[in-house]
């Protein structure tokens, strides 16, 4: 797993905080959760759902909304509508940074937000929801017993969740304007509603009113003991591998099956590279997938060695093969190889000299003449001839 610190603006021009966590391999799509209210990015059911997302395989793009966490702004300023503001802005680093979000997902007053935010999230295919109210205004049950001051007084100094927090008149004025009931029935990417029946925040009767109002495809998931905020790891695992299975029926990598299709086209036994957006590059070779990228420092994205690193890899796994291959052919006893490689460039006049240095650890009960034989087979393998050989390299264009 990759995990990065990102920072993005909101509408206001105020830096929002967030992470974004990658599987190794290329991400089959990216989720974009958005948390509960009052709550972080760094919640415990948040991490543990973000980790189960990852080891399906799928991205996840977690942050603070403005004025929580470590995001800019005044919590006193924002409300429901600001919150689905920043989803947005997520929503739009990703697509310029990396990939649009093709999932959402919503924890409490956050799936509310995403069930808003779909409509104008055109990449959306599929959206999820857990412990979510059927409508905003459920939050201003919350703060029953200072309405009538916030209406007096135009704010109030409420407690949530053990903090102190102002709550301004236009925050309830906006929970009141929003009418969640036609956004819901409008949604047209797929639903999934995840609810338990004995949450004592956020009743289940907020989840059976989703669900029968929203058109299909929808499913619908009971959390059996689960309690609001998910607060056992069990529970939340659970939560993230079933929303990864649910999606994985609706989402997939626009780049992977855009190069799925090229490279089918080609010879099987084509080495193809093949890149969209960025420095990202979809590698397929006799089958085999992998990625090359460029370092964050260089405009990259860093999920992938470089190209120079891949060739490296080619001198130093050639290498081992190579000396596992004469080793057993001469049944010596080597335990393990090892080949580092450090790779040194200058550039003059135009010219690039590379040199490769090769370091060797071989573990096994080796005496010095075999030892130094072994070095000797290193500069036989087939791709440090190649490195040292004449080499061309002829470029046609198609198309």
Same mark, same amino acid.
């Given at each position: 797993m990759v995990s990065k610190r990102i920072a993005f603006k909101n509408v206001e021009g105020e830096s929002l905080s967030g992470r974004l966590e990658l599987p190794a391999s290329t991400p089959k799509a990216y989720a974009l959760f958005a948390h509960c209210f009052t709550c972080s990015k760094n919640l415990n059911a948040v991490r543990n759902i973000a980790k189960a997302?990852?080891?399906?395989?799928?991205?996840?793009l977690r942050f603070d909304f403005t004025g929580l966490g470590q995001s800019e702004g005044d919590f006193a300023n924002t409300n429901f509508s600001s919150n689905v503001s920043d989803l947005i802005s997520? +929503?739009?680093f990703l697509s310029d940074e990396y990939e649009a979000p093709q999932l959402l997902i919503g924890h409490?007053?956050?799936?509310?937000?995403?069930?808003?935010?779909?409509?104008?999230?055109p990449a959306t295919q599929a959206v999820a929801t857990i412990g979510a109210p059927c409508d905003p205004e459920h939050v201003a049950h919350m703060l029953?017993?200072?309405?009538? =001051?916030?209406?007096?007084? @135009?704010?109030?100094e409420v407690e949530l969740a053990g903090r102190r927090f102002t709550i301004k008149k236009q925050f309830l004025d906006d929970l009141q304007a929003v009418k969640m009931k036609d956004v819901i029935a409008a949604l047209k990417p797929s639903l999934l509603v995840m609810h338990? #029946?004995?949450?004592?925040?956020?009743?289940?009767?907020?989840?059976?009113?989703?669900?029968?109002?929203?058109k299909h495809p929808k499913s619908f998931v009971t959390l059996d003991n689960a309690d609001h905020l998910l607060s056992s790891e069990d529970d939340a695992h659970y939560v993230g591998h079933v929303i990864a299975t649910w999606a994985s029926r609706y989402v997939q990598s626009p780049v992977a099956t855009a190069a799925t299709a090229w490279h089918s086209a080609l010879d099987e036994t084509a080495i193809s590279a093949y890149t969209q957006q960025g420095y990202k590059t979809e590698l397929f070779v006799k089958g085999h997938h992998m990625i090359a990228d460029e370092p964050l420092k260089?405009? @990259?994205?860093?999920?992938?060695? =470089? #190209?120079? @690193?891949?060739? +490296?890899?080619?001198? +130093?796994?050639?290498? =081992?093969?190579?000396?596992?291959?004469?080793?057993?052919?001469?049944?010596? #006893?080597?335990?393990?190889?090892?080949?580092?490689?450090?790779?040194?460039?200058?550039?003059?006049?135009?010219?690039v000299t590379t040199n490769f240095r090769r370091e060797l650890l071989l573990t096994g009960d080796l005496n010095q003449e075999q030892k130094e034989r072994m070095q000797e087979i290193a500069g036989r393998c087939p791709v440090h001839r190649t490195l040292e050989g004449e080499v061309t390299v002829e470029t046609i264009l198609k198309g």
């Open positions: 997302l990852i080891e399906e395989g799928i991205a996840v997520a +929503a739009n409490s007053l956050g799936g509310a937000a995403v069930l808003m935010a779909a409509s104008q999230l029953r017993s200072e309405q009538a =001051t916030i209406e007096q007084e @135009g704010k109030a338990s #029946p004995i949450d004592n925040t956020v009743s289940i009767d907020n989840a059976a009113h989703i669900f029968q109002t929203a260089l405009g @990259g994205t860093d999920l992938g060695a =470089t #190209p120079t @690193g891949y060739l +490296a890899a080619a001198l +130093a796994s050639c290498t =081992t093969i190579t000396l596992r291959m004469y080793a057993n052919r001469k049944e010596w #006893p080597v335990e393990s190889i090892q080949a580092d490689i450090f790779v040194e460039q200058e550039r003059n006049a135009g010219k």
